[in-house]
Nanobody, 120 residues
């Protein structure tokens, strides 16, 4: 069994910062990549940021470039999303997504989400 658990969401004023975490646990052989997505009420889920598990490759949605930074701790199988200069339009449920190799398969996993609310 593989689990992704997000934390760090909350309520913040515009211009503020939050740091999200996503920890993977279970029978993990290796991790290919971990991503952040978000979904606002009435909208489709959208890509926010991604990082590969080896090297320094990362990618960001245009809407968050320069404000959000994704990092990882390989030993703890955890990724972080540092969100600065937050805007009301960043309000959404933030989900962690990962491509993980177990002893039996390669699969895509989602966390349960953590709510981020940015007040004007």
């Amino acid at each position: 069994q593989v689990q992704l658990v997000e934390s760090g969401g909350g309520l913040v004023q515009a211009g503020g910062s939050l740091r999200l975490s996503c920890a993977a646990s279970g029978r993990i052989y290796s991790i290919h990549r971990m991503d952040w997505y978000r979904q606002a009420p009435g909208k489709e889920r959208e890509f926010v940021a991604a990082i590969n598990w080896t090297g320094d490759s990362s990618d960001y949605a245009d809407s968050v470039k320069g404000r959000f930074t994704m990092s990882r701790d390989n030993a703890k199988k955890t990724v972080f999303l540092q969100m600065d200069s937050l805007k009301p339009e960043d309000t959404a449920m933030y989900y962690c997504n990962a491509v993980i190799v177990t002893t039996s398969r390669v699969a895509n996993y989602w966390g349960q989400g953590t709510q981020v609310t940015v007040s004007a």
